[in-house]
């Protein structure tokens, strides 16, 4: 699914990077709890958060992720958006809460990062 | 990719949240130029991040050292801290001894450890209370 087919969706407005709506996402995650990411997404995996902080955009940028949307209408600060930017991570807002945000792309048949869809990134000890 | 390898060194500050990110950031971007897989990129990144993390909120201070061979990273935290009293409970999968301002920045949910061992081929931790932490990975390419 195209990055501009979620904008559309979410009726969701581009914070950063509209010059990158067409990237691929292959599946998403709704979280705010950035150790979840770290350990549960799958690379190019759209994050879903209400969380606006750095650490947001550093965790996207360690994990591989296409694109940040920030739920419920929360915008991050400038300086965010700007490393955003530096890291070429599309940043969106919607205004649609978590549930409802992701409840709209998954009934659109866009994956979750479950285990049980295919293996996490990291390398399985099993 | 010289043989010898590469040496990355960078210095954590306790709280430094800021800043915290910019050390596996480096890294991350050095594995990138080296043209190193991005799979392997990501499990280095990902561990390299968690220990950084690590270190901002449990640590007072720390250096993370990344040395790049051809066929491996391997990555060192060491750090001067409380220590951790019990490894064994800490590397259990959602226990957590961080304060309530670090989860509402999203981390402290108990998956740090954890999930460096699950990133990692060779993961070590030696910790001693009231004196500090060291994380041992290695990840080959």
New interface residues.
């Given amino acids: 699914m195209k990055l501009a087919q979620i904008r559309i969706m979410l009726d969701a407005e581009v914070l950063c990077g509209v010059e990158w709506l067409d990237k691929d996402v292959r599946s998403a995650c709704g979280s705010?709890?950035?150790?979840?990411?770290?350990?549960f997404t799958k690379?190019q995996a759209l994050l879903l958060?209400g969380?606006t902080?750095?650490?947001?955009i550093?965790?996207a940028?360690?994990?591989?992720l296409v694109a940040i949307m920030f739920v419920r209408g929360k915008r991050p600060g400038a300086d965010v958006i700007e490393m955003a930017r530096k890291m070429q991570i599309p940043l969106l807002t919607t205004n649609k809460p978590m549930y409802e945000a992701c409840g709209v792309l998954y009934e659109d048949g866009l994956a979750g990062c479950s285990l049980k869809e295919e293996p996490?990134?990291?390398?399985?000890?099993e | 990719m010289p043989e010898q390898g590469i040496e990355l060194e960078f210095a954590l500050e306790s709280a430094d949240?800021?800043g915290?990110?910019e050390a596996?950031?480096r890294i991350?971007r050095t594995l990138q130029q080296l043209g190193v897989r991005?799979?392997i990129i990501?499990?280095i990144?990902?561990s390299?991040?968690?220990a950084e993390?690590n270190v901002i909120i449990h640590a007072y201070r720390g250096v993370m050292r990344a040395e790049i061979y051809s066929d491996r990273t391997e990555l060192v935290v060491d750090d001067e801290g409380p220590g951790i009293s019990d490894v064994s409970l800490a590397m259990q999968v959602g226990y957590s001894t961080a304060p309530d301002h670090i989860r509402e920045?999203?981390?402290?949910?108990?998956?740090?450890l954890?999930?460096m061992?699950?990133?990692t081929?060779k993961f070590d931790i030696k910790s001693v209370k009231d004196v500090g932490t060291k994380l041992s990975m290695i990840i080959y390419h």
Wanted: proline share 3%; aromatic share 6%; hydrophobic share 35%.
């Fill in positions: 705010d709890l950035m150790s979840d990411v770290l350990a690379e958060t969380l902080n750095i650490q947001v550093r965790t940028e360690m994990s591989d996490c990134c990291c390398q399985s000890r | 949240f800021n915290a990110g596996s950031s991350k991005p799979d990501r499990r990144a990902i390299a991040y968690e993390m920045m999203g981390f402290g949910a108990g998956m740090g954890p999930n061992v699950r990133c081929d």
